[in-house]
């Protein structure tokens, strides 16, 4: 139902919740029956879990305490929950969508909940309820905000002033999983374990764990986080999940313990489309250039394959669908590589820090952080949307100015704090901050847009730490109407 990522305002699930819309069938991951004796009181602080004193009865035992709802079960790691104490009395975690879904999640304690999905029980007339709203929403051509109109009458200075507290919130957010993400990786690798981690808890080890500076030199984790992170963002909403899942298949250990002579593009590119699934069969292409280009691949893959022992995946992992075709995962491979290559062969981690300790002007380093972003189109993927299509205009851009703004402002600088932080370096860390208040992204979102025509900051929105502090707002406030726990909204309603 909700496999398009469209969200339903959580307000509406909890609503769901407690009139219990649903058939009491729930079962666990492993077949344990799960009955909703009581949902619970609903939450009015501003934070914790949405429910309270809920009693739910699992097997043969009844537990009390805290239920948290959410659109996604990959919502449990987005929003911090797994980080913050509050979530401990957790005996139940609700997704609304069984998409990605696994059977648990893990408290900041080190304790495994379990999850179950909401949506296979709905009953009838709410689930064509949900379906009738996501089709509204997708209709609708701006964001729907209750201030519209309404904020005019306030100082653009006590605008952006409120909103830059949520840009930095939000910087802080994403440092603070990255931190949390390192440990895991230093955690996976002093076990000499893969991912994905099916019958060990390393959660419980990194909260009881005390990490040492040292163990945060190793350039791998670095490279990895950064990989990851990087890979997920040229997923976008429809393909990240399983951008980062190959990612985390073809992990740069592997990658880095490649033969010197097999470190380049195009082996990259091979690893990437092979375990994909995605190329068809060479014997149903006719195009000979994209034969040849097939067989390049395969050729490639068949020299290195033994040595990987990953998972991989199938062409019905990917969607393409409804994407414009510069957003194929063909076209995001074909950036990837090339992001592998900077990282591995061109020490990219590496020339990014210089490119802080230097302390050169600020927009000498914008333009230096671009150059090193921005990824040419070359080879077959510059004249091929998919196999055997060509496009009209050749691809000149790879990864274009737009997005790489997104991985500086998203990915490289909270990366790049985190590090200064840990490794105490106090001046590197303030000019990252510096250059987040001051950044000047040269593209908005749609997001964005509607948002800064609401709020009538249309010269702003451009300033990163208001473009983000808008997203994040939108996110905690707008979209759940928390209008009266908003600076602006007390302001208009009162």
Not at 180 to 205: M, S, T
Not at 255 to 281: H, R
Not at 480 to 485: G, I, V
């Amino acid at each position: 139902m909700t496999s398009n990522k469209s969200r339903i305002p959580e307000e509406v699930i909890y609503q769901i919740w407690e009139k219990k819309d649903y058939s009491n069938g729930f079962l666990t991951s492993d077949g344990l029956k799960v009955e909703i004796l009581d949902p619970g009181q609903k939450n009015v602080d501003l934070a914790g879990p949405d429910f309270h004193n809920a009693r739910i009865r699992i097997g043969n035992l009844t537990f009390n305490g805290d239920v948290e709802i959410d659109n996604y079960q990959s919502d449990w790691r987005s929003h911090g929950h797994h980080l913050n104490e509050r979530y401990n009395k957790l005996i139940l975690h609700i997704a609304l969508s069984e998409e990605s879904h696994h059977g648990y999640v893990i408290t900041q304690s080190g304790r495994k909940v379990y999850s179950i999905v909401l949506e296979k029980y709905l009953n009838e007339p709410i689930r064509k309820k949900l379906l009738e709203h996501l089709e509204s929403v997708k209709s609708e051509e701006k964001v729907r905000m209750p201030c519209v109109g309404l904020s005019d009458k306030l100082e653009i200075k006590f605008k952006t002033e409120y909103i830059k507290e949520f840009g930095l919130l939000r910087h802080r957010k994403k440092c603070e999983r990255y931190l949390h993400r390192l440990k895991e990786l230093i955690v996976l690798n002093k076990n000499q374990l893969k991912e994905p981690v099916v019958k060990y808890d390393f959660e419980k080890e990194i909260q009881n764990r005390q990490f040492v500076t040292d163990e945060f030199e190793d350039k791998l984790i670095w490279q990895q986080l950064f990989y990851e992170q990087v890979f997920e963002a040229l997923g976008y909403s429809k393909n990240k999940n399983i951008m980062l899942k190959l990612s985390n298949a073809a992990d740069i250990k592997f990658l880095s313990g490649l033969n010197q002579d097999e470190k380049n593009v195009q082996t990259y590119e091979s690893i990437l489309f092979c375990l994909s699934g995605i190329p068809p069969d060479i014997n149903k292409i006719p195009d000979e250039e994209t034969s040849e280009y097939i067989r390049a691949l395969t050729e490639t893959w068949i020299k290195i394959r033994s040595r990987y022992d990953g998972e991989s995946f199938s062409k019905t992992d990917w969607n393409f669908f409804k994407l414009r075709p510069q957003n194929f995962p063909t076209v995001r491979f074909a950036a990837g590589a090339r992001i592998l290559h900077l990282l591995i062969e061109k020490n990219l981690i590496n020339r990014l820090l210089k490119a802080f300790e230097e302390n050169i002007e600020i927009n000498k380093l914008v333009s230096k952080l671009r150059n090193m972003m921005i990824i040419k189109g070359d080879g077959y993927w510059a004249s091929h949307f998919n196999f055997n299509k060509p496009v009209k205009n050749k691809i000149k851009y790879f990864l274009g100015l737009g997005r790489a703004d997104e991985i500086i402002v998203n990915i490289i600088l909270p990366i790049m704090s985190v590090y200064f932080d840990l490794f105490d370096n106090k001046q590197a860390a303030e000019r990252v901050l510096n250059l987040y208040v001051n950044y000047i992204q040269k593209e908005g979102n749609r997001l964005v847009d509607d948002m800064s025509n609401v709020l009538g900051l249309q010269n702003e929105k451009y300033q990163s730490v208001i473009h983000q502090g808008m997203i994040e707002l939108f996110r905690s406030y707008c979209i759940k109407q928390r209008c009266m726990e908003c600076k602006i909204g007390q302001q208009v309603f009162s």
